[in-house]
C-alpha cells in the first residue's frame, strides 16, 4: 500500500463522487451521461456545508448542472438520554433485544414513519419503537388473523364490486389512502405516508372489521370475504416498503405467491372511488367517537344501553340511513337527528364564544395580547365588517375564531369537530341497568368460551350462578344471552368455579359445556 500524495481536501474528494466512481472522463462516458445527475441521495443535516455542498460546486463548475434532482436531509438520532447516539455511550436500545421483541420491521417502522427523515431530530426509545407496532403493524397482523379464522376455505377472488355501504366505503378509502401515498412517496415524504397507512389500519380494523363481524361469522358472505381479501392484499403491496417483512408474511399467506417486493406497485385507479359516501361514514365515525367520549366522561360502560342520543349537526339528514349504525356503536336505544340551525342552538343552550389565537396575535402584539384575551373573555369586543374590535385592537383573520360553546347547557355534550354536536341521555333505569348487566354477562361467557378453547360455531349448554341482580337480568333477558353465546340450554345452578365481576357491583360464576 501507498499513500497518494496530492489529496486536495476530503470534501473535494467526496465531491468527486459522482464522476470519479467510474473514473469519468477517461473511461465510462455512455454510463455517466446516462446516470448523472443521480435521482436520490441521502445524507444528515450536517451534510448540508459537506457533502451536498461540494458536489453542487464541482457539478455547477464542470458540467452547468445539479448534482442530483431529489434529496433527503435527516436530522440527527439522539440516545434515550438526548445526547447523539453513540457507541462508547451505548445511550440506545440494544438492537438485538429490539429485534428479538419487537421485530426489525418495528425498527423501520419507528425510523421511516419520524421526523428525522425531514431533518429533525429523533430521540430513540423502546416505547417510541412498541407505539409503532400498536399504531400499523399490530393491526395489520390481527386483521390478516382474524380473515385466517373466519374465511380458511374461502377460495377469495380480488374484486372491488361489492355493493355493501361498508364494503364500499373501505375500498373508495384504500383507494384514498393510495392516493396521497403515491404522492407523499414520490415526494420522498415517508412520516406522511405512514400516517396514512395508520390512519387507514385504524379505520380498518376499529370500524370495518368490527362493523362486519357477524358478516363473517359463517363464511357465506363472499362479498365481504372477497372485499377484505382485496384490501389486505393491496394494503399489503402499498406497505411493504416501510414494513417489507410483515407485508411479505401477510401477502404470501394471501396469496401464495412468491413475493410481495416483486410486485407492482397498486394503482389507485383500480379501486371505487365515492367522496360521498367516505365524507358521510367519516362523519358518522366522528359521531361515534364523541358520544364514546361522552360515556367515558361520565363512567358509563359501553354495554350499559342508555335512552337517546341527540345528533345536531350540518348534513344531519345525510345521517339518516345510519340510525342504526350510530344505535349500535352507542348501544342507545333510539337516536334523533338534528340540523344545526340558530334555533337548535338556543334549545340545546349551546352559544359561540371567541377564542384569541395568542399564537398568531403575539407576534404582531406582543404583551398586549395579554390584555386583548382578558377583554375577549369578559366579552368586551365588537364585531365589524373589518374584523374584530377588542381593546384598542382590530384582529382580522387566523388572529381569532369564534367556537360553540357549551358551558350553559347543563346537558352532556360533545362537539364533533367544527359541524355540531352530540347529546347524550345518561338517565338510567332498571330496565336498562338489567340489560347491560346481561351484556356484561355474555362478555363473561364469551371468554370462558375461549378459556375453554371452544370453536366459534361451537353450541354450549351454560351454567350461571350469581347474586340477586345477576338473577333478574338473566329472567330479562334469556333469550338474547343464549342467542349471544350460543347457548342451547341455560340453567342456573351454584357452582364452585371461579367468581368474575359484572356490571359495576355484581359477580358471576359460570360455566361451559359443549351441547
Known amino acids: 500500500m501507498r499513500r497518494i500524495p496530492d489529496v486536495l481536501d476530503v470534501w473535494f474528494d467526496s465531491g468527486s463522487m459522482p464522476f470519479a466512481q467510474v473514473h469519468y472522463p477517461f473511461d465510462n462516458h455512455e454510463w455517466f451521461d446516462s446516470h448523472n445527475p443521480a435521482d436520490f441521495i441521502v445524507e444528515y443535516i450536517g451534510q448540508t456545508r459537506g457533502w451536498f455542498y461540494t458536489m453542487h460546486v464541482l457539478a455547477t463548475a464542470l458540467f452547468d448542472r445539479p448534482a442530483f434532482s431529489q434529496v433527503i436531509s435527516h436530522g440527527i438520532v439522539l440516545?434515550?438520554?438526548?445526547?447523539?447516539?453513540?457507541?462508547?455511550?451505548?445511550?440506545?436500545?440494544?438492537?438485538?433485544?429490539?429485534?428479538?421483541?419487537?421485530?426489525?420491521?418495528?425498527?423501520?417502522?419507528?425510523?421511516?414513519?419520524?421526523?428525522?427523515?425531514?431533518?429533525?431530530?429523533?430521540?430513540?426509545?423502546?416505547?417510541?419503537?412498541?407505539?409503532?407496532?400498536?399504531?400499523?403493524?399490530?393491526?395489520?397482523?390481527?386483521?390478516?388473523?382474524?380473515?385466517?379464522?373466519?374465511?380458511?376455505?374461502?377460495?377469495?377472488?380480488?374484486?372491488?364490486?361489492?355493493?355493501?355501504?361498508?364494503?364500499?366505503?373501505?375500498?373508495?378509502?384504500?383507494?384514498?389512502?393510495?392516493?396521497?401515498?403515491?404522492?407523499?412517496?414520490?415526494?420522498?415524504?415517508?412520516?406522511?405516508?405512514?400516517?396514512?397507512l395508520r390512519d387507514f389500519a385504524d379505520v380498518l380494523t376499529n370500524w370495518y372489521v368490527r362493523r362486519s363481524r357477524d358478516r363473517f361469522w359463517d363464511c357465506t358472505d363472499q362479498d365481504a370475504i372477497d372485499t377484505l381479501y382485496t384490501v389486505l392484499e393491496t394494503l399489503c403491496r402499498a406497505a411493504a416498503p416501510l414494513a417489507p417483512l410483515i407485508t411479505e408474511e401477510v401477502w404470501r399467506g394471501l396469496t401464495g405467491g412468491e413475493s410481495v417486493h416483486l410486485t407492482d406497485w397498486p394503482d389507485a385507479s383500480n379501486l371505487p372511488s365515492d367522496p360521498a359516501l367516505v365524507t358521510t361514514m367519516d362523519q358518522v365515525r366522528a359521531v361515534a367517537s364523541a358520544g364514546l367520549s361522552l360515556r367515558k366522561a361520565h363512567q358509563l360502560r359501553v354495554r350499559l344501553p342508555l335512552a337517546r342520543l341527540t345528533v345536531v349537526t350540518d348534513g344531519a339528514t345525510g345521517l339518516e340511513d345510519y340510525r342504526g349504525v350510530l344505535a349500535e356503536e352507542l348501544n342507545v336505544k333510539s337516536v334523533e337527528l338534528v340540523e344545526r340551525t340558530e334555533e337548535a342552538l338556543q334549545r340545546y343552550g349551546i352559544s359561540y364564544k371567541v377564542v384569541v389565537n395568542a399564537r398568531a396575535l403575539g407576534p404582531r402584539l406582543g404583551k398586549d395580547v395579554q390584555q386583548v384575551i382578558a377583554a375577549v373573555k369578559a366579552g368586551d369586543y365588537e364585531r365589524a365588517d373589518d374584523g374584530l374590535h377588542v381593546a384598542g385592537h382590530v384582529l382580522t383573520g387566523e388572529e381569532f375564531e369564534q367556537v360553540l360553546d357549551a358551558s350553559q347547557s347543563g346537558q352532556a355534550v360533545e362537539f364533533v369537530g367544527d359541524s355540531g354536536f352530540v347529546l347524550l341521555d345518561t338517565t338510567l333505569t332498571d330496565e336498562l341497568q338489567d340489560e347491560g348487566l346481561a351484556r356484561d354477562l355474555i362478555r363473561v361467557v364469551q371468554q370462558a368460551r375461549k378459556d375453554a378453547d371452544f370453536h366459534v360455531s361451537d353450541r354450549i349448554v351454560l351454567s350461571i350462578d350469581g347474586d340477586a341482580e345477576v338473577e333478574r337480568a338473566l329472567t330479562a333477558h334469556r333469550e338474547l344471552i343464549a342467542g349471544e353465546t350460543l347457548a342451547t340450554d341455560i340453567q342456573t345452578t351454584p357452582l364452585p368455579s371461579e367468581t368474575h365481576s359484572v356490571g359495576e357491583h355484581s359477580t358471576v360464576r359460570v360455566q361451559v359445556e359443549r351441547s
Do not use: C
Not at 440506545?92 to 425498527?107: C, I, K, L, N, Q
Not at 376455505?153 to 384504500?174: G, M, N, Q, V
Open 79 to 196: 440516545g434515550s438520554d438526548g445526547q447523539k447516539m453513540s457507541k462508547s455511550l451505548r445511550n440506545y436500545p440494544d438492537v438485538s433485544e429490539v429485534f428479538e421483541r419487537d421485530g426489525a420491521d418495528a425498527m423501520r417502522w419507528f425510523l421511516m414513519s419520524s421526523s428525522v427523515i425531514r431533518g429533525g431530530n429523533l430521540v430513540v426509545t423502546e416505547e417510541g419503537i412498541r407505539e409503532g407496532v400498536r399504531q400499523f403493524l399490530l393491526p395489520l397482523w390481527s386483521t390478516y388473523y382474524f380473515f385466517t379464522l373466519y374465511a380458511p376455505e374461502a377460495a377469495p377472488t380480488w374484486r372491488t364490486d361489492s355493493a355493501h355501504p361498508l364494503d364500499r366505503y373501505i375500498l373508495a378509502k384504500l383507494q384514498g389512502t393510495l392516493q396521497a401515498m403515491t404522492e407523499q412517496l414520490d415526494a420522498l415524504d415517508s412520516p406522511l405516508a405512514a400516517a396514512e
